[in-house]
């Protein structure tokens, strides 16, 4: 029997790729266009190896990867110079790959067509010359909007009382999108055209329904179906926690500048077992376990608002590539044909503007 996965230091369960091996399927509807919104590449003692042959090996797995979409994971800062602009190193990094991929020698899938990076947006108003640097290393022109294949910044701010006892090691000061100096710093988002990403616990969401109605033309997409937790004081009582979770996604819905990415259900904080069973699941398995979130945030957004994601490798010690896109197409059997299209490549390429190669 198989052990449960073990835990990283980032509080992530560690993949491991010989329990997923144990468990191959054939991918369903195979020519379906997917553009993946939301994976990262990293090197570091604490997290392992994920970088494009790790990526290239889940995306030939079998679904019709077309293109993806890059997010900032603190990886590959610059080592010098200010604080405030080490983050413009993981820019440069990721165009990097970009590249490599679009040089057709690595296959069809345009990897890092979309890069969205970090920076602090605490500093205020001097965050703008950190954008701008950013914009430039994406290869981007500043004032020319959509321009390069940098499109913007996520800003974490998941926090919660409970998170230590759940091997979580990052804490957060509480209210993070409600200070003014913060918003200062958001404001300049929307002058250089830059969407916004944000991950948070769900008790948190009303801080972003705040910001979302404070900047009504900034998109803004949250990350992970809003970080449902099931675990501290929210274990055993996963449908009291949906019901707190799901009426504050329907009041984020309400706002048309909000969108919301489909995944990162492989995580820890949503308490699920999966990781601990002998064999690694099956599509079947995850959907019915993921099934309730995501289309409770179909129902709210709309396929227009709302777009699939892997958050791998952050998921991998879930499941397989192969297995969650195909979770992710069961999910979604009855939806239209348009539908489709919007939840698995339309609405991602259109929230980051993504200049695709045909």
């Not at 980032?10 to 054939?26: I, K, M, Q, S, Y």
């Not at 404001?187 to 055209?193: E, F, H, S, V, Y």
């Not at 979130?293 to 777009?307: K, L, N, T």
Request: glycine residues 12%; neutral net charge; contains cysteine.
């Amino acid at each position: 029997m198989a052990s449960s996965a073990p835990v990283s230091p980032t509080g992530h369960f560690t993949p491991r790729n010989d329990w997923l091996a144990r468990h191959v399927e054939e991918v369903l509807e195979p020519d379906l266009p997917i553009v993946d919104p939301h994976h990262h590449l990293v090197e570091r003692p604490e997290t392992g190896r994920y970088l494009l042959p790790e990526l290239l090996a889940d995306t030939n797995s079998g679904h019709n990867i077309i293109a993806t979409v890059y997010l900032e994971w603190l990886s590959m800062y610059r080592a010098s110079g200010p604080a405030e602009m080490k983050p413009v190193g993981e820019i440069e990094f990721a165009n990097g790959v970009a590249a490599m991929a679009a040089s057709g020698g690595y296959g069809k899938t345009q990897v890092c067509a979309g890069i969205v990076g970090h920076a602090d947006l605490a500093i205020g108003g001097a965050v703008e010359k950190v954008l701008e640097a950013q914009i430039r290393a994406g290869g981007g022109q500043v004032g020319v909007k959509g321009s390069g294949r940098f499109k913007g910044i996520r800003y974490l701010t998941a926090t919660d009382p409970d998170q230590a006892a759940w091997g979580s090691p990052t804490t957060r000061p509480p209210g993070m999108l409600l200070e003014p100096k913060m918003r200062e710093g958001f404001a300049k988002l929307g002058t250089l055209g830059l969407t916004f990403d944000c991950y948070m616990f769900h008790p948190q969401l009303g801080e972003l329904l705040d910001l979302a109605r404070a900047f009504p033309a900034q998109p803004i997409v949250l990350n992970h179906v809003g970080g449902a937790i099931g675990l501290g004081r929210y274990k055993g009582r996963r449908d009291e926690a949906f019901a707190e979770w799901s009426g504050k996604i329907k009041e984020l819905a309400g706002c048309p500048n909000m969108y919301v990415k489909l995944g990162g259900l492989g995580m820890r904080v949503f308490g699920f077992d999966v990781h601990e069973q002998p064999e690694p699941p099956s599509s079947e398995t995850l959907a019915r376990l993921w099934r309730p979130y995501i289309e409770a945030c179909i129902a709210a957004f709309g396929p227009e608002r709302s777009m699939f994601e892997s958050n791998f490798p952050v998921d991998k010690g879930s499941g397989s590539y192969q297995v969650f896109w195909n979770a992710f197409k069961r999910i979604a059997a009855g939806c239209s044909p348009s539908e489709k299209t919007a939840l698995f490549s339309g609405t991602a390429s259109r929230f980051y503007k993504l200049n695709l190669q045909a």
